[in-house]
């Protein structure tokens, strides 16, 4: 069986009943992976205050029947709100490493121009999706797309139940 020990920063939790935790993690070696705590329950709520989203944290996990997180130890926390990680945790591609982005997270400074640059999003020179002007600042998360302020105030008001979410890349 084989095991792997990497940092990991806990972009989203999704509690499955009271035992699986799912948890998607943005890890130094590997990118992003999804997860879950072994279904012991001891195991799972010894681990939890290791895996809470916004923590970094030393986890080890390993390949069997999908991927299985063993033992997580905390060692900071990255200062990005709950939604801004659940943002992270669409837009990084799975089971690549992003070192960039990584450095951008574990020693900072962040920001989400860079971050979007470097996943492939550059805001430099984007145009609005809808009329095509400049001034593009506003990222669509579920469409991956850029908008200007007045496109994405419609269209945020018009998905409002589907929470779609912008981020604004400055
Ligand atoms: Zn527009």
Redesign the pocket.
């Known amino acids: 069986m084989e095991e792997y020990i990497t940092d990991a920063i806990v972009l989203r939790k999704d509690p499955r009943g009271d035992l699986d935790g799912r948890y998607t993690l943005f890890t130094r070696r590997f990118g992003k992976i999804a997860g879950r705590a072994t279904s012991s329950r001891k195991i799972t709520s010894k681990l939890a205050p290791h895996l809470e989203p916004g923590t970094m944290a030393k986890v080890r996990f390993v390949e069997a029947k999908g991927t299985q997180i063993v033992d997580a130890l905390k060692s900071a926390r990255v200062a990005l709100s709950l939604g801004e990680l659940a943002a992270l945790a669409e837009l990084v591609p799975e089971g690549m490493p992003e070192s960039a982005l990584w450095e951008m997270l574990a020693h900072g400074p962040f920001s989400w121009r860079a971050a979007l640059a470097t996943l492939g999003w550059d805001p430099m020179h984007a145009r609005?999706?809808?009329?095509?002007?400049g001034h593009?600042e506003y990222f669509s998360i579920p469409r991956q797309e850029f908008?200007?302020r007045?496109?994405?105030a419609a269209h945020a008001s018009k998905a409002a139940r589907n929470a779609v979410s912008f981020i604004h890349a400055v």
């Open positions: 609005c999706a809808a009329c095509g002007g593009a908008y200007c007045p496109h994405a």
